[in-house]
């Protein structure tokens, strides 16, 4: 048994939006989205929009 979950099971930390206000998904069209904290996630293919926390913090340890 692994802790992965399914493909289509959204993670924990998402929230499932689907709205026809939201802009389509530029990867596939779609209007079904994960929203994460500072991102959003398609639920269809997968697609990314935005940057997520860790890649934020990370971009402010860089900084001085």
């Not at 692994?2 to 069209?29: F, K, M, N, Y």
């Amino acid at each position: 048994m692994t802790d992965d979950p399914s493909p289509s099971a959204p993670t924990p930390h998402l929230i499932v939006v689907d709205s026809a206000e939201l802009r389509p998904c530029s990867q596939c069209g779609a209007r079904q989205w994960l929203a994460g904290l500072t991102y959003l996630v398609c639920a269809a293919c997968g697609y990314r929009d935005g940057p997520t926390p860790q890649e934020i913090l990370g971009q402010r340890e860089g900084t001085p």
